[in-house]
């Protein structure tokens, strides 16, 4: 049976009404102007720090631990909650148990928050543990993170699937030697995932794990 490691925004969760005004409060501290929630649905999933270097246009430091620590600021309190379980994720993920498989959840959200919004719509007893990236900005990148879990679990990489629905997931499995599936329910594209080098892109949870299923996932 497989290792699975499960990305959380956009593959576990919709995140975008928190992650979205999270964002827009930052912005309107800052004095910034603040685009439509729409406009900023891109921004879900990549690395934070990486997403306000590009929307403030800056590498500067200070202005950026600014702008995480406004966005912080109201995550914390709201906008971890302001998020909604994939209907047929929960059902998935029991499937995926019950076949023997063993999961864990891999974001580059921080873990503290990471394991509060597991915990908070009961997925906890679906994983075995909920891996994600410090507050400091360790492990942020995707490649760093599946390292970390891979050897932290003792895992085998060709047993190892890293999946999600964004190229970082992709990149982070592939730079890792593990295999890949890239999901098309969340916030990537199917472009985004092939050109990042996908193994598998699935439509649905219940496709994942019929694919899982048909090769006798290593």
């Known amino acids: 049976m497989a290792c699975l490691l499960f990305d959380l925004d ?3 969760t919709d995140p975008e009404r928190g992650i979205t005004a ?3 409060h930052a912005l309107r501290a800052l004095g910034r102007d603040v685009p439509p929630a729409a406009t900023l649905r891109q921004y879900i999933g990549p690395p934070l720090r990486v997403s306000f270097a590009a929307m403030l246009h800056s590498d500067e430091a200070a202005l950026l631990d600014a702008a995480l620590a406004h966005y912080r600021e109201r995550f914390a309190a709201t906008g971890l909650y302001e998020n909604e379980v994939y209907p047929f994720v929960p059902a998935g993920l029991a499937t995926l ?5 063993r999961l864990w959840v891999a974001t580059s959200k921080p873990t503290v928050y990471a394991r509060r919004i597991v915990d908070h719509f009961d997925l906890a007893p679906f994983f075995e543990g909920v891996y994600g990236s410090e507050l400091t900005g360790e492990r942020t990148d995707k490649r760093d993170l599946v390292r970390h879990i ?4 003792g895992l085998t990489p060709g047993n190892t699937w890293m999946i999600g629905d964004r190229v970082h997931d992709i990149r982070g499995g592939r730079d890792n030697g593990t ?7 969340g916030h990537g594209s199917a472009t985004e995932l092939a050109d990042a080098g996908a193994e598998v892109t699935v439509p649905s949870m219940a496709a994942l794990v019929a694919h899982l299923a048909a090769i006798g996932a290593p």
């Open 179 to 185: 295999h890949t599936a890239g999901v098309l329910w």
């Open 97 to 101: 148990r019950a076949a023997g498989h």
């Open 22 to 24: 999270c964002i827009q």
């Open 150 to 153: 891979v050897a932290m679990e």
């Open 10 to 12: 956009g593959t576990l």
